[in-house]
C-alpha cells in the first residue's frame, strides 16, 4: 500500500512540525511506503493520480482511530493500494471527505494529526499497542 499526504500550505514549515512530520513518515515506513508532499495552493493543482483520495475538512461527521483502520484495511481489501489523504484550506474534490475537529486547526497541524492517525491505524491492524 502507498499513503501519499498532500499538504497544501502557502507558508514555510517550521522545524517543530517538520521534526513532528518525519517522526511519524519514520515511523510508518515499517507499515507502508509514505510520502508527503509539501505544495503552494496558488501554485499547484490538484494530484489527477489514480489514487482514493480523502480529504481533510470541517463539519463532518468525525470518525474514530479504529473506523480509519476499518476504513484502510477495506480500501485494501477491494484494491485500492494508493491512498492520497490532501490537507487543504481550500475545497478539494475527493472521493470521501474526514473531519478531525470541530475546531478549525492548521493545515500544518493537521498533517501531524493525520499521520499520527495512519499511524494508530496501522498498530491496530497489526494488533500492537500504541502507547510506548
Same mark, same amino acid.
Do not use: C, W
Given at each position: 500500500?502507498?499513503? @501519499?499526504?498532500?499538504?497544501?500550505? *502557502?507558508?514555510?514549515?517550521?522545524?517543530?512540525?517538520?521534526?513532528?512530520?518525519?517522526?511519524?513518515?519514520?515511523?510508518? /515506513?515499517?507499515?507502508?511506503?509514505?510520502?508527503?508532499?509539501?505544495?503552494?495552493?496558488? $501554485? /499547484?493543482?490538484?494530484? &489527477?493520480?489514480?489514487?482514493?483520495? +480523502?480529504?481533510?475538512?470541517? *463539519?463532518?461527521?468525525? +470518525?474514530? !482511530?479504529?473506523?480509519?483502520?476499518? $476504513?484502510? +484495511?477495506?480500501?485494501?481489501?477491494? *484494491?485500492? !493500494?494508493?491512498? &492520497?489523504?490532501?490537507?487543504?484550506? /481550500?475545497? +478539494?474534490?475527493?472521493?470521501?471527505?474526514? @473531519?478531525? !475537529?470541530?475546531?478549525?486547526?492548521?493545515? $500544518?497541524?493537521?498533517?501531524?494529526?493525520?499521520?499520527?492517525?495512519?499511524?494508530?491505524?496501522?498498530?491496530?491492524?497489526?494488533?500492537?499497542?500504541?502507547?510506548?
Amino acid at each position: 500500500m502507498k499513503i @501519499n499526504v498532500l499538504l497544501y500550505t *502557502g507558508k514555510k514549515i517550521a522545524n517543530p512540525y517538520k521534526v513532528a512530520i518525519n517522526e511519524y513518515i519514520k515511523r510508518l /515506513t515499517r507499515y507502508s511506503k509514505i510520502a508527503v508532499y509539501y505544495l503552494n495552493p496558488h $501554485k /499547484t493543482k490538484q494530484s &489527477t493520480n489514480k489514487s482514493y483520495t +480523502i480529504a481533510i475538512t470541517t *463539519g463532518l461527521a468525525q +470518525i474514530s !482511530s479504529e473506523m480509519l483502520a476499518k $476504513k484502510i +484495511i477495506h480500501l485494501s481489501n477491494i *484494491g485500492e !493500494s494508493n491512498i &492520497t489523504f490532501v490537507i487543504s484550506d /481550500t475545497l +478539494i474534490l475527493a472521493d470521501e471527505y474526514l @473531519n478531525l !475537529s470541530q475546531f478549525s486547526i492548521d493545515t $500544518k497541524l493537521q498533517a501531524i494529526i493525520v499521520l499520527e492517525q495512519i499511524y494508530r491505524s496501522f498498530r491496530i491492524i497489526n494488533n500492537e499497542p500504541y502507547h510506548k
